[in-house]
């Protein structure tokens, strides 16, 4: 498998993408960018998350993690958030394995800033269909990743619009700042979309024997571990947020795992199910771009027959 390291560079403690675009950090008054204003594409958000090195987690701006959606369980004729998940087509939505029942009735809402709240924009579409990795372990937490398919396709909005993904076999470097984003897994939920820093840790030391040892695998990635943020501020099934060299955001991770001992324990970074391992898999389950080429090249045999009996 061809494994391709992004473009890496430090100055002090702040780190980045080589090629990326400046980023503004935004700390005092409030004030965030306006709307910009384009075609609805992957990864670029109407309102960009304002990305600061806030410790313990923050609100995000809202409606700048357009991608994450809430995935709802059915009970009692009631709808309960159990999962954080992200939109990446207009019918797929990427979650974790480990967040899939068969006993349980799904929806997805998106467009969602405060879960508590009724938001203009938002949508809840019923769950069509749901592909658990065919080698999902629950004990070893391997292949922890899922796909759901929507009954009716999203219509992109400022409040609604996919992830990128990013390409096959990308590994990030160590301190790659990433953002894990949810609305909390144990206890009562935060009203709005919280938003927390997670540098990722590279596999040499994540798998370090007072780390996570061989716990962690090859098509797992790392980030936090400092002591003082982890995947608590997010969702199971929720994504790792990184920046691109263009600008746009992809999903690097999918929340899967974090240590017993607590939340934020040093050397225990939260471990995600790394995206980029997956995309073959993520484009034979959802293979919309693969049926189009199909139903081109069977239209292009067609022709080709018709003009040759001509």
Partial sequence: MEVRRAAFTCQGQLCGLASSPPTTLVTTGGKVGRPQPRAYGCGRPTFPPVVTRVVGGEDARPHS?????????????????????????????????HCISSSNTYRVVLGKYNLKESEPGSAAIRAAKIVVHENWNSYYIWNDIALVKLQTPVTFSDTIMPACLP??????????????????????????????????????????????????KTTMVCAGGDGQLSSCNGDSGGPLNCQGSDGSWEVHGIVSFGSSLGCNYPKKPSVFTRVSAYISWINNVSPGKRSCMLEFAFLCCFLAILFRKR
Avoid: E
């Fill in 167 to 216: 390409d096959a076999g990308v590994i990030l470097p160590n301190r790659a700042p990433c953002y894990v984003t949810g609305w909390g897994p144990n206890g009562p939920l935060a009203d709005a979309l919280q938003q927390a820093l997670l540098p990722i840790v590279d596999h040499a030391t994540c798998t370090q024997p007072d780390w996570w040892g061989s716990t962690v």
């Fill in 65 to 97: 993690w357009p991608w994450q959606i809430s995935l709802q369980y059915t009970r009692n004729n009631n709808w309960y958030h159990t999962c954080g998940g992200t939109l990446i087509a207009s019918n797929w939505v990427l979650t974790a394995a």
